[in-house]
């Protein structure tokens, strides 16, 4: 039996949550008519820049990838992660000011599809599609509002207890492993590396945790 290649890009967009209740012939006659295709970025790769405007939907098939604000210093904030399943731009597609506000790019090799804005417009036609397209509107909703909690909240104390509570809590360990490096930490909580260091200095001089590396012990 010999397979297609869009016999195979359609098993791999079934494949994610927000297809999952979508008609298969749907999903054929689209990537057909050019209306999804599929795209692979190398490490590093900036899928999109700031300010660039905004003529699909990006739906993560595999990789990660990072939103990220530029300071005037130079310096970079994370603002946003993606993962496999996660969609990119869905929340500009439609609207009056449809341009990027952050770059976009990939930390690993990932692969997206890409669905032009006519394409989004046929989907939302399907209710299999609609009910989970909103889900995922609403758990990227869910994410931002946390990012926004952590840039509101009083210190960089705070903001360290929660994220350690949480690994640690993920990880069913007191001892974790941070995912990330510590230059990247610093830039998903919005401060400098110094500022960073010299807070994890403070807390194991005061016995809350114990450091090596990436490696942290909770003791709180």
Do not use: W
């Not at 509570?165 to 401060?191: H, R």
């Amino acid at each position: 039996m010999i397979i297609s290649v869009g016999d195979k890009m359609l098993e791999k967009l079934k494949s994610t949550s927000l297809f999952s209740h979508t008609k298969q012939e749907i999903l054929d006659v689209m990537i057909k008519e050019g209306l999804i295709r599929k795209q692979s970025y190398s490490k590093d790769a900036t899928v999109h820049e700031q300010n660039s405007k905004c003529h699909a939907m990006d739906i993560v098939y595999s990789g990660e990838l990072v939103a990220y604000s530029l300071a005037s210093n130079g310096s970079e904030t994370i603002v946003f992660e993606f993962e496999k399943g996660n969609i990119i731009g869905a929340n500009l597609l439609f609207g009056n000011e449809n341009n990027y506000p952050m770059n976009i790019y990939s930390t690993t090799d990932s692969t997206l599809f890409h669905i032009s804005k006519s394409g989004v417009k046929e989907l939302l036609k399907e209710y299999g599609f609609v009910m989970q397209f909103v889900k995922y509107l609403s758990m990227n909703s869910q994410g931002m509002n946390r990012k926004i909690a952590i840039y509101t909240r009083k210190s960089l104390r705070d903001n360290l207890t929660n994220y350690l509570l949480a690994l640690s809590a993920e990880q069913k360990s007191k001892s974790v492993l941070l995912p990330i490096t510590k230059k990247q930490l610093a830039d998903y909580f919005g401060v400098q590396r110094p500022s960073l260091f010299r807070e994890l200095k403070r807390m194991k001089e005061e016995g809350l945790i114990d450091i090596e590396n990436r490696k942290i012990m909770v003791k709180f």
